[in-house]
DNA sequence: TCTGGGGTCCTAGGACCC
DNA sequence: TCTGGGGTCCTAGGACCC
């Protein structure tokens, strides 16, 4: 029988690295990528992590560092990540039998069986940056948990020297190390550096005096489960060695389905709530599409800014079930925006809402046209008709082309619920007129 | 002025049933 | 005085992930 052992390669500072392929002046210097209304930073680079910017860390409390560090800050392009992520999972797909696609930026792979793995490992992520221009690293050992410390490792070895051994830069491979050797490397870890340990359980695990890694495996699992929960105890099992959590390289369709945004600016008025809350909803049901679900209950909120307590407060909620389960985006928007009347109060200044999709079931669940009629069937099919014919324009010409009256017509500047992003870049590798140009 | 978005899993407790 | 017990389902909330 052949071993268990598990690959996570994933890029480093992604976003980052996606903004540096197309420009190379970018390396060297400290950058962050912006979420959405270029609210706080999502990415950043090894020389904005050395300025000490933290993850999720506001814009307007670092932007000082533009003049005083020659900070440099993008708007998230998430259409270029999103391809160029498409591009390095299919590399990566190549190195091991089966692939499980985790985030946008990270991919498990099952390399059981694979002679000279780190070898080939080190092969695939030279390809990558050959090929992509995007650095990654890669962690293995015989559970997804080990694999992601060894992955904490190998990125650690190389932007830390001294940390930990350099030949473990890049790839790190716990399989082929001694007992000792990882005893020595768990001993220098952090607790909160595993993977399902977060800042609340880190925090208790700290104050009961396990401080590392080497700390938690050698804690009896039964014990874990006791204090703790089952989830941390199947964490330090596959700390251990044993593997509990497989390789899922075939996702179940998602069970919720989101969209939800801040504004902009801030909104007080219902039309234009239900402007964003239409928008959102049709995005929300196109993503419905996407898997080939059906929906039979919506849930649409908004909320004014919690970063501003001495404004008046409200957030609210409502879920409106489907009179029975389905995709249409006329029927799913109807639904939101019937629920946004009945939550909606004037004299607030909104800073978010969104849209959610809740109880989702497979379309091929056709019980409900025995319930209906055959004039309601035929109105069934001619609205799918309808939204694929929708989707493929939008899909085609880009989001937005074609969209529901309640949407609104106005422009851009006019409206104050769409996001802020004004520093992107183009959309190179998905958008044709954003090429890059290149003049002699 | 200015603070993201989209998911999953687990648990505790209440409602309900026999 | 004294007020069963066990099972299931659902929901809200907490914790985690990137």
Redesign the pocket.
């Given at each position: 029988m052949t071993l268990p052992l598990y690959a996570l390669l994933d890029g480093n500072n992604f976003y980052v690295s996606c903004e540096r392929i197309f420009d190379p002046r970018l390396h060297g210097r400290p950058v962050v990528v912006l979420?959405?209304?270029d609210?706080?930073a999502?990415a950043r680079s090894d020389e904005a992590k050395a300025l000490g910017i933290k993850m999720?860390a506001?814009w307007?409390q670092i932007r000082h560092l533009e003049r005083e560090a020659g900070l440099v800050a993008l708007s998230a392009n998430f259409a270029l990540y999103g391809d160029i992520s498409d591009r390095i999972m299919s590399l990566a797909a190549r190195l091991g039998d089966r692939q499980e696609v985790?985030?946008?930026?990270?991919c498990f792979l099952d390399l059981a069986g694979l002679p000279d793995a780190t070898a080939q490992a080190r092969a695939t992520r030279e390809q990558i940056l050959r090929w992509i221009d995007v650095p990654t690293c890669v962690g293995i050992a015989p559970t997804k948990t080990l694999a992601?410390l060894a992955n904490h490792i190998a990125k650690s070895a190389e932007r830390k020297p001294g940390s930990y051994p350099a030949r473990l830069a890049q790839v790190c491979n716990l399989a082929e190390l001694s007992e000792r050797q990882r005893d020595w490397l768990y001993q220098r870890t952090p607790v909160g550096e595993v993977?399902?340990?977060?800042?609340?359980?880190?925090r208790q695990l700290n104050e009961a005096g396990i401080a590392t890694v080497l700390d938690l495996i050698r804690l009896d699992p039964a014990t874990v489960k006791a204090r703790w929960?089952?989830?941390l105890e199947r964490t330090v099992r596959e700390l251990r060695g044993t593997p509990c959590i497989g390789l899922d390289d075939a996702p179940a369709p998602?069970?919720?389905?989101?969209?939800?945004?801040?504004f902009g600016q801030?909104v007080t008025g219902l039309a234009e709530l239900k402007e964003a809350v239409t928008d959102f909803a049709s995005r929300a049901a196109h993503?419905l599409h996407g898997q080939d679900s059906h929906t039979s209950a919506v849930l649409v909120f908004i909320r004014t800014?919690p970063?501003?307590p001495q404004a008046p407060q409200y957030s609210r909620s409502i879920i409106v079930p489907l009179r029975l389960p389905s995709s249409d985006t006329l029927q799913i928007v109807g639904a939101a925006l019937a629920g946004l009347d009945r939550i909606y109060r004037a004299g607030f200044d909104y800073?978010?809402a969104?849209v959610m999709l809740l109880d989702l079931q497979p379309a091929t669940q056709g019980q409900q046209e025995l319930e209906l009629g055959d004039d309601a069937v035929l109105h069934e099919r001619r609205q799918a008709r309808l939204m694929r014919a929708l989707d493929a324009v939008n899909d085609r010409f880009g989001r937005g082309t074609l969209t529901l009256g309640s949407a609104g017509l106005c422009q851009e500047p006019g409206r104050r619920w769409t996001?802020r992003q004004e520093r992107r870049t183009p959309r190179y590798t998905t958008c044709w007129d954003e090429l890059l140009t290149v003049s002699a």
């Open positions: 979420s959405n209304n609210g706080c999502i999720g506001p307007f985790y985030s946008i930026d990270e992601k993977w399902g340990v977060g800042p609340r359980i880190g929960s089952v989830v998602k069970q919720q389905i989101a969209v939800t945004r801040s801030r993503k800014s970063f501003k800073a978010k969104g996001m």
